[in-house]
């Protein structure tokens, strides 16, 4: 834990986050004040939190249709962006991957929660998803540029945040490299994964602003 987690309030509400992979995410909501439960097709050492290794739309069917899903005051979902991110096709073919987001977002519509969809930009170009939030590293005082959006339940709303800002030269934001994949996960506040786990991750800070919106929009109103 850093010295900037173990100063969180908790909230006493749950985050359920589906494809959490190594926790960029779940790390923000845990900032916000959440607990958090990961779920990962894939096994994730180092996941900081409860986590549970299975099909991400599999395990959200199942605790639906059970009850269990009541828990969580967020289903939080990272669908694979293969499908989507330009970069598949510089590389292969977008063809090859599945489109997990349009039946994603369906099981978490029908499992009764708020709810949340992050994913790359291009997903919301398509019109797959409403970009309800952009969030760029610049916007929170980092030195990276990964830009990812985010549809959201209650559609967006909140605080505003400063414009986007890229700057040039010697100055400019640290943009995902495959030689500088240490830096990157490091510069993204994700210092406890390793460089791999590093490529596919998202700054925590998008999450813990994520996090504060929903509460200042659902929690304050409703006390």
């Known amino acids: ?17 589906l494809c959490c992979g ?13 607990d958090v439960v990961g779920v990962d097709k894939f096994p994730m050492p180092n996941y900081p939190f409860e ?4 099909d991400a739309l599999e395990y959200l069917a199942a605790i639906t249709e059970s009850g269990e899903v009541e ?24 063809e090859n991957h599945p489109d ?13 929660r708020p709810w949340v969809i992050e994913n790359v930009p291009e997903a ?13 590293g610049s916007q929170f005082g980092l030195n990276v540029r990964r830009h990812r959006v985010f549809e959201t339940s209650w559609g967006g709303g909140g605080e505003l945040l400063p414009p986007c800002w890229h700057p040039k030269g010697a100055r400019k934001l640290m943009a995902f490299e495959h030689k500088d994949e240490r830096a990157y996960a490091d510069a993204m506040g994700c210092t406890w994964m390793n460089k ?4 596919q991750a998202v700054p925590p800070a998008y999450s813990e602003w994520i996090g504060h919106q929903f509460l200042a929009l659902h929690v304050d109103q409703a006390a």
């Open 1 to 17: 834990m850093t010295a900037r987690a173990s100063a969180r309030v908790p909230n006493g509400l749950t985050v359920l986050d």
């Open 51 to 54: 986590f549970h290794q299975a």
């Open 71 to 94: 828990r969580y005051a967020i289903v939080h979902a990272s669908w694979p962006c293969q499908t989507k991110a330009r970069v598949t096709a510089w590389r292969g073919s977008r």
């Open 196 to 199: 791999t786990e590093g490529r």
């Open 124 to 136: 919301a170009w398509d019109g797959t998803l409403r970009p309800d939030y952009i969030l760029c």
């Open 22 to 34: 190594a926790g960029g995410l779940s790390w923000g909501y845990w900032l916000a004040g959440f």
């Open 100 to 112: 997990l987001i349009t039946p994603g977002k369906k099981l978490q519509r029908a499992s009764g």
